[in-house]
């Protein structure tokens, strides 16, 4: 029996939105071709613990979001997770390594002599990072998933809301950082 012959059934989609540990197992079984497949090509610092841990995640996000009667949709639901999550994984932009580096007495000046669009550039990061820091909790969380990749709808999903208020929230961003 393949994955194309058998899917959820609509029992397990209920249960698994309750939150039974039982079927996140059982269903971990069924789609593990599909979670595998996925995992291919993964980036170095990608264990494949990390990769079942996150797909385990999809697959319970994945549950939440669908109703109870859309249970054959579910897989290619999950499925288009588990390679959204993956290619945001192996992108660069969005997996960049953030390491603080401690300058002592020395100033930008010193360490970038005659960079003058360097250091506005510097300055203006760190003018939007104190910005950021003054705005509440949900606006940096929504300004966050953006810089993550997400598309506004998938952010809509993961706060619960609408794609409206979204739109609105990073528009608040924008205008806060243009004014900060």
Known sequence: MGMKKTGI?????????????????????????????????????????????????????????????????FTSYF????????????????????????????????ILPKQGATLRHLELCVVNQITLNQTTKPLRVTYDLMRMGYLQAEMAQILRCSTSKIRLDLGKVRKQLEHG
């Open 79 to 110: 499925q288009k997770a588990c390679w959204r999550r993956m290619q945001r994984l192996k992108s660069p932009k969005n997996n960049c390594m953030e390491q603080t580096v401690h300058l002592g007495d020395l100033s930008i000046e010193a």
């Open 9 to 73: 059934t609509q029992s397990q989609l209920v249960r698994l939105q309750q939150g039974e540990n039982e079927v996140i197992l059982e269903l971990t079984k069924l789609y593990r071709p599909l979670i595998w497949g996925c995992f291919r090509g993964h980036p170095f610092d990608i264990t494949a613990e990390d990769w079942q841990q996150e797909s385990m995640i999809l697959l319970i996000q994945t549950g939440r979001n669908l109703a109870a009667s859309e249970y054959r949709a």
